[in-house]
């Protein structure tokens, strides 16, 4: 099954900086790559998403990369904000196989003052 | 947008006892749910995926016996947590698909908004 991968799991960044989450998935038929933010004790929030057929997807500050030949991809949030501090989940699905959304472990983004 | 409901929000039993968790999809129908467990600063482990009208599938290390999933319509998904002990205190979501999507929306999910259980 599919197996994915995410690094860092902290990350603390300047308020202004950016900040970049990468992650690796093990299912070359995944073709579905939704990023979440999930603050304590709420739903994950769909962010962002990318597909296969696409290797770079842009939102106001938020943009994601997708590579598919090495199977990563990455989250990059520009000029951070305090509001941008939670967690955020990568995660990988096959839409024509059967829907599952497998996810990372998470990475806690601190946005610092 | 479409929208997830979850109920209970929060509950707190015994442990023996059985819980019901009720997934919705409040304004759209969903042949597929899927339910999910999180413990405390983890990720979310997928459990089951819930079809309407037949049995679900389960991920392999989930009991189905314990954790009975019903899709009994296209907007209603229930899991039901029997002989419930401490170690099954967790955050339970759901999440429901989009019927017949296509036009790069294939694939979207809606996550309801989770139920916490708390087993005594």
């Known amino acids: 099954g599919e197996n994915v991968e995410q690094h860092p799991s902290t990350l603390s960044v300047q308020e202004g900086d950016s900040a970049v989450i990468k992650c690796t998935y093990s299912?070359?038929?995944?073709?579905?790559f939704p990023w979440y933010k999930q603050e304590l004790g709420k739903r994950p929030q769909l962010i962002i998403d990318?597909?296969?057929?696409?290797g770079e997807k842009k939102d106001q500050r938020i943009a994601v990369t997708l590579n598919k030949t090495a199977k990563h991809f990455s989250l990059h949030i520009t000029e951070t904000q305090p509001e941008d501090s939670a967690v955020y989940f990568c995660?990988?699905?096959?839409?024509?196989?059967?829907?599952?959304?497998?996810f990372g472990k998470g990475t806690r983004l601190h946005i610092l003052p | 947008g479409a929208v997830v409901s979850q109920h209970p929000s929060r509950v707190i039993c015994k442990s023996g006892t059985s819980v019901k968790i009720e997934c919705r999809s409040l304004?759209?129908?969903?042949?597929?749910m899927f339910w999910y467990r999180q413990f405390p600063k983890q990720s979310l482990m997928l459990m089951a995926t819930?079809?309407?009208?037949?049995?679900?599938?389960?991920e392999q290390g989930v009991e189905k016996d314990k954790f009975l999933i019903n899709h009994a319509s296209l907007t209603l998904s229930t899991l039901t947590v029997t002989s419930a002990h401490p170690e099954d205190s967790s955050f339970y979501i759901c999440?429901?698909?989009?019927?017949?999507?296509?036009?790069?929306?294939?694939?979207?999910?809606?996550f309801g908004p989770g139920t916490r259980l708390l087993v005594l």
């Open positions: 999440s429901a698909r989009l019927l017949g999507l296509a036009g790069g929306l294939e694939g979207t999910q809606y």
């Open positions: 299912d070359s038929a995944s073709n579905y």
């Open positions: 990318i597909r296969s057929n696409v």
């Open positions: 995660a990988a699905s096959a839409t024509n196989r059967d829907d599952k959304i497998i």
């Open positions: 304004d759209f129908q969903a042949t597929t």
């Open positions: 819930s079809n309407e009208g037949s049995k679900a599938t389960y």
